[in-house]
């Protein structure tokens, strides 16, 4: 069964540091495109980060960029999202993706879509910044 699960979020006060997981389960995610997206209440979903499938490069929305880290650990099928110098503005729940396009990153981030998505949205992770 295909499957992303997401993990790792909670309360957290600003300036401080949390580390999303994402666990794929049913396939290979080195094959993959990967990408973290968010959304915050009474938003749209937004594409945070994303790793390409070709030459692993990296891309990031402006308002994470140096801030975030997304990687993947391909033995154990899992993708990461670091995140430090948090912002209440960065309360959302963070929802991970995998997509086999090979453009998939190629577009600005924020404005990132599915275009052959490996399965389908999970619960997602609920990160909460806040004093």
């Known amino acids: 069964q295909v499957q992303l699960v997401e993990s790792g979020g909670g309360l957290v006060q600003p300036g401080g540091s949390l580390r999303l997981s994402c666990a794929a389960s049913g396939f290979t995610l080195a094959y993959y495109a990967v990408a973290w997206f968010r959304q915050a209440p009474g938003k749209e979903r937004e594409g945070v980060s994303c790793?390409?499938?070709?030459?692993?490069?990296?891309y990031y929305a402006d308002s994470v960029k140096g801030r975030f880290t997304i990687s993947r650990d391909n033995a154990k099928n899992t993708m990461y999202l670091q995140m430090n110098s948090l912002k209440p503005e960065d309360t959302a729940v963070y929802y991970c993706a995998a997509d086999a396009h090979p453009l998939f990153c190629a577009r600005r981030i924020p404005t990132l879509q599915p275009l052959q998505p490996k399965g389908s949205w999970g619960q997602g992770t609920q990160v909460t910044v806040s004093s």
């Open positions: 790793i390409n499938s070709t030459d692993g490069s990296t």
